[in-house]
Nanobody, 122 residues
């Protein structure tokens, strides 16, 4: 069984930064594509960023391109989401997930964390 645990959420002012972490245990971390998704109240879960198992490919939602960066540390079995220039519309629960395939579609992810709240407000 694979365990996925996010951390690093919190309250930040507009224009500020946060770094989310996602620790993965249970199986070989390097074999998974890792994705970040978010869900705001009353809205559907949406894609934020994805990184391939080799870190050779990344992709971002248009709304976060140029502000967010996804990376992974194979040794620590951890994936990160660096979020800069945060906006109130970035407020959501952020989820980390693992997939056997490189995809932006949340339905393609097999293992999910419990989520971490990010609130951007003055």
């Amino acid at each position: 069984q694979v365990q996925v645990v996010e951390s690093g959420g919190g309250l930040v002012q507009p224009g500020g930064s946060l770094r989310l972490s996602c620790a993965v245990s249970g199986r070989t971390f390097s074999t998974y594509t890792m994705g970040w998704f978010r869900q705001a109240p009353g809205k559907e879960r949406e894609f934020v960023a994805v990184i391939s198992e080799s870190s050779g490919y990344t992709a971002y939602a248009d709304s976060v391109t140029g502000r967010f960066a996804i990376s992974r540390d194979i040794v620590k079995s951890t994936v990160y989401l660096q979020m800069n220039s945060l906006k109130p519309e970035d407020t959501a629960v952020y989820y980390c997930a693992a997939s056997f395939h490189y995809t932006r579609d949340y339905r393609g992810y097999n293992f999910w964390g419990q989520g971490t709240q990010v609130t951007v407000s003055s």
